[in-house]
């Protein structure tokens, strides 16, 4: 597509753009706030250098959050009242616009709805219009394809510049036209395109103002041309140094995310993590049963080598982490600096009153926002580095744990486990899928539970002891009483380190229990507490068994027993 045929879409492109942004008007009213955003970058906590089991996440991550949130960008107080005033007028229109159906309209009735409404519209441009209902008469077209790009970028020209005015006496200009046509040559060249993408907007006009006057458009000639000058109209724009400083930082943020370094170091760490866990999984040894203290011993060993793996991974990559998150912040505050300082220098946006430049404040709160945005990215790269020290916390808590040997816990063959219905079977006739009667501390109710496996253990001879579960003989059969269970004292005999289920949810070894431990027994409808009474030793057995269920427990002899 020639330049003139990209020009006129262009145009027709930036028309329809335009209803587009009256029906969002109040997106344009956005202002930038009176506020060193940059200085967030060193409000945020530092990320540690060395894991340290003592070190806490700072509550600073909190106190950044509760001052970010007051830093809304949008509509709202300070607002001037020809700020208030056009929002307003930019709101109505839009909602006129929506009202009327114009984004259901065909491109030749919005284009006569423009013309017919547009005069009430902020930033409307009637021989804009007016250019692009004449790119639909099929006769216009046919001209311009007779056209070179030279002259139709003339003719374009000419019809959206007024009669008589200055800007048409210069388009006409043959010097104007020289200058324009060799220009336009010039960027047909692809290195010189490109390297004028790159020069500021003082370079570009000052190459142009050079190349005038190469062409006999010198800045008396052109003053000539102009007449009177306009002073409102001759003031440089307040925003050309922050707007060259907006375009500078967005275009390194596009160029490269803030976060990707980091992000890739994080990505790779997990992945490293992953690994050595697979490795451990597909190494893993047959687990092994209680009373194997070989066996376990050598679980412990594994088990401790693989965490020590995994926490020199993290250890290696807190010190790339650390360094990434510092260069990027440095990074950061260097491409924002230049930015908010032009900005405070035009007073944070109340310095911009001239209507062609008005517009531009929701372009820079949309930069304020853009910094704020990468605060917070820079905020979570640290968080995460706090959560990297917990969880090397917890590994090195696992891998400091002493050996200790898990052994045997059981019954012999004849204990009586209580079923759902309260009968009692013994343990021994039990197998994997039964159901037995369990209890939920969480509500303190009795609960059916699965049997999910059953323990046998014939290795040795194990010592048995016999506890006394009841009132004291002192109270036996004193009815009025009321502090002691009615029920008579169960006899529960198993290995010394089996543990009961107290009433608060503790654990105790058998031959642990004092006679201040609360005991939960099966009552009458439910569950009560009881006391141990005695304790004496019941022989041993060749042959003991365990179950091992889904809530962790069930009743022996009435007890609440643990599983393991």
Not at 408 to 414: D, E, K, R
Request: proline residues 6%; aromatic residues 6%; neutral net charge.
């Amino acid at each position: 597509m020639n330049l003139a045929h990209r020009t006129v879409n262009l145009l027709l492109i930036l028309i329809l753009l335009l209803a587009f942004l009256l029906a969002a008007g109040a997106a344009l009213a956005q202002k930038p706030v009176k506020t060193d955003v940059s200085a967030y970058f060193d409000r945020i906590p530092v990320p540690p250098t060395a894991f340290t089991a003592a070190l806490r996440r700072p509550a600073g991550f909190a106190e950044l959050d509760k001052q970010l949130q007051p830093l809304s960008l949008g509509t709202g107080p300070g607002r001037n009242a020809g700020q208030t005033r056009d929002a307003k007028a930019q709101q109505a229109s839009g909602q006129q616009a929506a009202d009327a159906g114009l984004d259901q309209m065909t491109e030749q009735q919005q284009l006569a709805y423009l013309q017919q409404q547009g005069a009430s519209m902020p930033g409307y441009n009637a021989q804009a219009v007016k250019l692009a209902q004449q790119m639909e008469d099929p006769a216009v077209q046919a001209k311009l394809d007779q056209m070179s790009d030279a002259e139709k970028t003339r003719f374009m020209q000419a019809q959206l510049a007024p009669a008589g005015s200055a800007s048409s006496q210069m388009m006409a200009d043959p010097g104007f036209q020289a200058a324009q046509a060799e220009f336009m040559q010039q960027m047909e060249n692809a290195t010189f395109s490109t390297a004028w993408e790159k020069k500021s907007e003082t370079e570009q006009n000052a190459y142009m103002a050079r190349l005038m006057r190469k062409h006999g458009m010198n800045e008396a000639k052109m003053k000539t041309m102009a007449g009177p000058p306009h002073p409102p109209q001759s003031a440089p724009l307040v925003t050309t140094a922050v707007m060259e400083a907006f375009r500078t930082m967005t275009e390194a943020a596009t160029t490269e995310m803030s976060t990707a370094p980091f992000m890739r170091l994080r990505t790779q760490l997990q992945q490293n993590l992953e690994a050595v866990l697979a490795e451990q999984q597909t190494r893993r040894a047959p687990q092994a049963r209680e009373g194997d203290c070989r066996g376990q011993q050598q679980q412990y060993d594994q088990d401790r080598q693989y965490l020590k793996r995994r926490m020199d991974v993290m250890t290696k990559s807190l010190t790339q982490l650390t360094a990434t998150w510092t260069a990027q912040k440095t990074q950061l505050k260097a491409r924002a600096l230049p930015f908010q300082t032009e900005l405070a220098k035009i007073h944070y946006g109340d310095d911009i009153q001239r209507p062609e430049e008005k517009p531009l404040l929701s372009v820079l709160a949309g930069g304020q926002q853009l910094i704020l945005s990468q605060v917070q990215l820079l905020a979570s790269s640290s968080s995460a580095i706090y959560d990297l020290n917990k969880q090397y916390g917890e590994l090195k808590g696992l891998y400091e744990k002493p050996f200790q040997c898990e052994q045997v816990v059981c019954f012999p063959a004849s204990a009586q486990v209580a079923l759902p219905n309260g009968r009692p079977v013994a343990i021994q006739t039990l197998r994997a899928g039964d159901v037995v009667l369990g209890y939920d501390a969480a509500t303190g109710q009795l609960v059916p539970t699965r049997v999910l496996r059953l323990d046998v253990h014939r290795e040795q001879v194990y010592p048995l002891v016999q506890l006394t579960i009841g009132p004291p003989a002192v109270y036996a059969g004193l009815q009025s009483v009321a502090a002691y269970s009615s029920k008579p004292a169960a006899e529960l005999v198993l290995t010394p380190n089996h543990p009961l289920i107290l009433d608060d949810g503790q654990l105790r070894r058998a031959d642990q229990l004092l006679p201040s431990d609360e005991v939960v027994q099966l009552g009458f409808g439910g569950v009560e507490t009881n006391s141990l009474t005695a304790r004496q030793p019941a022989g041993a057995a060749a042959v003991v068994f365990n179950l091992r269920t889904e809530t962790g427990n069930y009743f022996v002899t009435g007890i609440l027993v643990g599983s393991k």
